[in-house]
């Protein structure tokens, strides 16, 4: 490779990785400002990239800020959870362009999923063929075992136990496949547009049907040796409760995730009501709704406590179906965590609801792993 070429792809790395950057910015990987120059100005002149004004930073006028060219092509994310599939389509600038969802029951098997995910991704690349699709970002709950690509036996999605996720949708997509869960793929949203952007230590608790920590360690995301890394929701806060799906007893997922939470009602309200449903009467200041989601929320904060006290993260983000709960969880919460958290003399992290619509932010996550990573899914060939 000619030093041009290798100037070239260190510049095109660095906008995939960390998005529209401006020339000072860009000179801050290590080459020079006249290097810099020439190199964008080539990339312009191919039309790889396009130079225009970015918000302003600071006091001075707004830099003017280098993203790579929306028609080089798109990153899909895909999100694939219990009785829905979400997909999102984003472009290189990192441009949300579209999203939707559709209903699917939750025990369709993975063939006939993907057959309503490939649907579902035509139809948002409007008037854009697969070819312009650099690659698909799969969301799964539950982890993924590293070793064999398989979802285990804790996923809360039974028709994929044992499945290969990534096998299974490259057959069917045709397209390059990227899969990891969902939980750390809402991390990657929140550290590519939201509340973490430029942090390099931080949690993000998911709660959809369980409650599961996408973990950003040094930058990047940790899996853990097998992939079940941030499995918070199986952690034991109460040895002798409910037995737990995964096999345990009173763990985290049986007494604070949205099942569990709904439960607790059915005597008072008459039936089982959905998370939403409890959140809605919980803000019209509804006692026992409000009570069961305290309740959820300081055992949240037991289990943060333990994840606080071991990796120390500078964040953390509460997203998924309890974040609409917003202070009447994280009030509880934080009051619990901070019972039991080593102090050391510092401050604890904030602990907030993320930046980023409930609705996307795990597609949006998915598309990022796509839309960063020039290694994988590299652009194609001019
Ligand atoms: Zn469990």
């Given at each position: 490779m000619s030093r041009r070429t290798a100037n070239?792809?260190?510049v095109i790395r660095a906008l995939r990785e960390r998005g529209p950057l401006s020339r000072r910015e860009l000179a801050g990987i290590g080459l020079s400002r006249s290097t810099v120059t020439a190199v964008v100005d080539e990339l312009v002149g191919a039309g790889l990239v396009t130079e225009a004004g970015g918000p302003a930073r600071g006091a001075g006028r707004p830099a003017q800020l280098i993203s790579l060219s929306p028609?080089?092509?798109v990153a899909v994310g895909v999100e694939i959870a219990n009785g829905v599939v979400r997909a999102a389509v984003c472009d290189?600038?990192?441009?949300?362009?579209a999203h939707d969802a559709v209903a699917v029951d939750e025990r369709t098997g993975p063939e006939e999923t993907l057959v309503v995910v490939a649907e579902l991704v035509d139809r948002?690349?409007?008037g854009r063929s697969r070819d312009d699709v650099l690659g698909v970002g799969i969301a799964i709950p539950g982890p993924i075992q590293r070793g064999t690509g398989r979802n285990g036996r804790a996923t809360t999605l039974k028709p994929w136990v044992d499945v290969n996720p990534y096998v299974t949708a490259a057959e069917a997509l045709k397209l390059p496949i990227a899969v990891d869960n969902d939980?750390?793929?809402a991390a990657v949203a929140e550290a590519t547009w939201g509340a973490a952007r430029g942090l390099r230590d931080v949690a993000y608790v998911y709660s959809a049907a369980g409650i599961g920590v996408g973990f950003i360690l040094n930058g990047s995301l940790y899996a853990g040796a097998n992939g079940t890394a941030g499995e918070l929701g199986?952690?034991?806060?109460d040895e002798n409760g409910e037995i737990c799906e995964c096999g345990g007893r009173g763990c985290l997922n049986t007494?604070?995730?949205a099942a569990s939470i709904s439960l607790n009602l059915r005597r008072s309200h008459g039936r089982e009501l959905s998370i939403a449903e409890v959140i809605t009467l919980a803000r019209g200041g509804d006692l026992g709704c409000r009570r069961v989601i305290a309740d959820a929320g300081r055992h949240i904060g037991l289990a943060a406590a333990n994840l606080y006290n071991l990796l120390d993260p500078e964040l953390i983000v509460l997203g998924g179906n309890l974040a609409p709960a917003g202070e009447i969880l994280l009030g509880?919460?934080?009051?619990?965590?901070?019972?039991r958290a080593i102090h050391a003399g510092e401050v604890l992290p904030p602990f907030i609801v993320g930046e980023l619509d409930q609705d996307v932010v795990v597609v949006l996550g998915a598309a990022a792993v796509v839309l960063r990573d020039d290694e994988r899914f590299p652009l194609p060939d001019r």
């Open positions: 070239r792809t260190r028609a080089l092509g290189l600038s990192r441009r949300l362009l948002l690349l409007g939980a750390n793929l199986h952690t034991t806060i007494l604070a995730n509880p919460l934080r009051e619990s965590m901070a019972r």
